[in-house]
């Protein structure tokens, strides 16, 4: 099992669009491709306001690979994209960590 930690920056003034974006269309997306999405978050103290912070699960760096490329080719999500980048892009970074649990954590 590995867990990958994904952070957006939003571009000024997008935060708002940005999780419609992900609550009207892309956790929908996801699902249709079996990407099961373990939680979001923001920042409550601290960190940035203009950051969204999300943790998925996949069973291997093959899967994850298979439904990232998947997902990316999906016509809905691309015309999600184009429609939500119609003003703008969202964001202005994404960052994207590899996780792997360690032997003693209650979350394998």
């Known amino acids: ?25 892309t956790m929908r997306i996801f699902g249709n491709h079996g990407m099961e999405v373990v939680g979001f978050w923001t920042y409550a103290h601290g960190g940035w306001s203009d950051q969204l912070v999300y943790i998925m699960r996949f069973d291997s760096m093959e899967d994850r690979a298979a439904k990232w490329a998947a997902f990316g080719a999906d016509e ?8 939500s980048h119609r003003d703008g892009s ?3 970074r994404i ?14």
């Open 76 to 83: 809905e999500w691309r015309e999600v994209v184009t429609e």
């Open 90 to 92: 969202l964001t202005t």
């Open 1 to 25: 099992m590995i867990y990958e930690l994904r952070i957006y920056e939003a571009a000024p003034g997008k935060m708002p669009a940005l999780h419609a974006r992900f609550r009207d269309h």
């Open 95 to 108: 960052r994207s960590d590899i996780l792997a649990a360690t032997d003693y954590s209650p979350m394998q």
